[in-house]
């Protein structure tokens, strides 16, 4: 192989991979002096000239003339007077020789080295620029062809066929993908793993929901209306803080669309997961009755301290405010950052009602913990739900529950 076909077929690879002239050069050139050193030892005297456009290559070797006799002879560097004068007749000492060094002279083996480091360079680059391309793309969306289904991860591929990872743990729980479909997700991260870029997406990142917000409000794309704080329990629930600095502008309003057209669009791509938007308020109670919505809170009590709030509702809100497997609650106290208790107010009725720390002789503590969680804090309120509400509310088991009702019904049977 000649220097004429290595370069334009390396030049070719890199033009297509946008590859800017100088880097593409510098490559060349880095390729060509490590076959010099390792032929002379150094390259410190030679001039390497690489026309990428041509494929043309020149290669010089610099060495000033010195004596026959001169102690500086065998220096890199310098050439004795009688072998200069094999070269040119007329050289005189003091002079340089600039010596052409043709390719060929480095022997086949040296070429096809050379060959095989320029292929390796490629990779390289082509590793690198894969690299900084995504790394620029942390955060936003991407689409991308779904081609290989494994247990603990699904592979997708983009546009210009590179490999795309998105775990399990970054998929929504009823995400299922067959071979050939288009999923979308943010780039979550971009890093090196034994050389090799490793891309990884995410559909159950908060920014994922983010960015599906500023595809379908115009508002928010253009900062009319802001996203103050976005958490979620994918595929089940999310809840969205929103804030608009235009009066004029309803930001929950323009977030739903007439009769929800903006919000659907996102629920589907979300596998139908419940979102809740809401308005931001710097005014901490009005903000977690907002939180707990659909459920109406009738009182607040703020331990700022703690970082606790108390919260009483009616006996017929307390299940909307926990809501299906606690999503709600849940949601509610990661959006306000404080830990939310609730309460039922009692009525008349009520006040007659045990609370369940007057059972600790017969009932275990964490089991009284684990029944508060859901707002369960009186015996009455324990024995109005039955043992298929209790099962799926709690992480209780069958038996346990039983023993709880025989004790319960048995103060109030007293």
């Not at 009602?353 to 017969?362: Q, R």
């Amino acid at each position: 192989m000649d220097a004429k076909v290595l370069i334009e077929s390396f030049a070719e690879f890199a033009r297509s991979k946008n590859v800017d002239r100088p880097t593409m050069i510098r490559i060349l050139e880095d390729v060509f002096r490590a076959m010099i050193r390792k032929k002379y030892e150094t390259d410190e005297n030679f001039d390497v000239t690489i026309n990428a456009d041509k494929g043309d290559l020149e290669i010089l070797r610099i060495r000033e003339i010195v004596d026959d006799n001169s102690e500086d002879i065998w220096d890199f560097d310098k050439i004795s007077l009688s072998e200069a004068r094999q070269i040119e007749p007329d050289f005189e000492v003091g002079e340089e020789v600039y010596e052409k060094i043709e390719l060929e002279e480095f022997g086949r083996r040296a070429v096809m080295m050379a060959r095989q480091t320029l292929i390796q360079k490629i990779k390289d680059l082509e590793k690198d620029l894969l690299f900084n391309q995504y790394e620029e793309l942390v955060g936003e969306i991407v689409s991308a062809e779904v081609y290989q289904i494994l247990g603990r991860e699904v592979l997708l591929i983009d546009g210009e066929g590179n490999e795309l990872i998105l775990p399990k743990g970054e998929q929504i729980p009823k995400d299922r993908f067959r071979k050939g479909d288009t999923a979308r997700a943010i780039v979550h991260k971009v890093e090196m793993v034994n050389g090799n870029p490793r891309i990884i997406l995410s559909r159950t990142s908060p920014i994922f929901l983010e960015r599906l917000f500023e595809n379908e409000v115009p508002e928010v794309f253009d900062g009319l209306i802001t996203i103050r704080k976005i958490v979620r329990e994918p595929g089940e629930r999310a809840k969205v803080a929103v804030e608009s600095y235009d009066d004029r502008i309803d930001p929950v309003g323009a977030c739903v669309g007439m009769k929800g057209s903006r919000i659907h669009a996102i629920v589907r791509e979300l596998q139908n997961e419940n979102i809740d938007v809401i308005n931001y308020t710097d005014n901490l109670e009005l903000y977690v009755a907002r939180a707990l919505s659909p459920a109406k809170v009738t009182s607040i009590t703020v331990d700022k301290d703690n970082k606790r709030l108390s919260v009483y509702l009616k006996p017929d809100q307390v299940s909307m405010a926990i809501g299906k497997g606690g999503f709600n609650i849940r949601l509610a106290s990661r959006l306000v950052g404080y830990e939310i208790d609730v309460f039922r107010e009692l009525s008349d009725y009520e006040e007659e009602d045990v609370d369940l720390e007057e059972f600790a002789d017969e009932i275990d503590a964490w089991v009284i913990d684990e029944l508060k969680k859901t707002g369960l804090d009186t015996a009455k309120s324990v024995l109005t739900l039955t043992k298929e509400d209790l099962l799926r509310r709690t992480e209780l088991e069958e038996e346990t529950i039983d023993e709880v009702f025989k004790i319960l019904r048995q103060e109030f049977e007293q």
